[in-house]
């Protein structure tokens, strides 16, 4: 079974290192080309069950302008179900583009 795309995405936005929740937040619209756009509280529900499941960390936290900052980072087990996942999609795909090309466009 695959990951949800919003799961997807974080643990995608968190491949290149330690994020804060507007970083997750600003990198998952970036990557979906603005299809997606969370919420703060589906972002952290998001990132809480990512945590239960080992895929995620925190980093490290700090106050920056009164404001209380968490940073997350892929788990080396996050890393796995990433790649594992993105090899799937890509099987997906090379199906997908097959099946395409075996049936004939419609004419207009």
Known sequence: MGLREQ????LL????????????TKTVRELSEDRVR????????ALDRLATDGLVTVAGEEVVEGRHRRYYDLTEHG?????????????LTATARRRLALRPAPEP
């Open 7 to 10: 799961s997807y995405l974080i």
């Open 13 to 24: 936005a968190l491949s290149e290192g330690p994020l804060h929740g507007y970083g997750v």
């Open 79 to 91: 890393r796995e179900v990433l790649t594992e996942e993105t090899a799937r999609l890509s099987r």
């Open 38 to 45: 969370l919420g703060a509280g589906t972002l952290y529900g």
